[in-house]
């Protein structure tokens, strides 16, 4: 078992225009970091249909994937440089569609007891504030938030 990252996406079909904005902008910020796959240098894909990039190199190891479909989905980053453009992006994609469930070994409470005051773990301090940053928005990464659900 690795460092994994866990979201449940929810059917809409595509993804929102504003937060592909955002991440587009995020991936062409981290381009160092990433590329579409480990071994291969294609640049990654951001639409509102997917989201698809890796690590490079040595630096890459699961590939993060979204679609906007309803499933659950993860990936393990081992706590590679490109977790933290994981991260981010998962930060963004749950801030536009609240509905969806994000989880992740960085603060998964049972395993962080400490979560439940908001701390986390491994690249997500710095993902929170750089994304709260962005949207200037105060996101408060909590169980409840990554729990939420719309009725």
């Known amino acids: 078992m690795g460092y994994t990252h ?8 595509f993804l929102p225009k504003e937060a ?16 579409i796959e480990f071994d291969d240098p294609q640049n990654p894909i951001a ?5 698809h990039f ?7 190891h699961e590939t993060f994937f979204f679609t906007p479909e309803p499933s659950f989905q993860f990936c393990k ?5 490109y977790d933290i453009v994981v ?16 989880s992740s070994d960085g603060f998964d409470h049972s395993l ?3 979560y439940q005051t908001g701390e986390h773990e491994g690249t997500w301090p710095e993902a929170i504030a750089n994304v709260s940053k962005r949207l200037h928005t105060d996101l408060n990464v909590t169980k409840e938030w990554c729990e939420s659900r719309s009725s």
């Open 77 to 81: 980053t081992a706590r590679k440089p």
């Open 6 to 13: 866990y979201w449940e996406n929810v059917p809409s079909g």
């Open 54 to 60: 890796n690590g490079k190199g040595e630096n890459g």
């Open 87 to 102: 991260c981010e992006v998962l930060l963004i994609l749950k801030h536009f569609i609240p509905e969806m469930k994000l």
């Open 112 to 114: 962080m007891p400490e």
């Open 47 to 51: 639409t509102d249909e997917l989201i």
């Open 20 to 35: 592909i904005k955002h991440i587009e902008t995020l991936l062409a910020h981290y381009a160092p970091l990433i590329q």
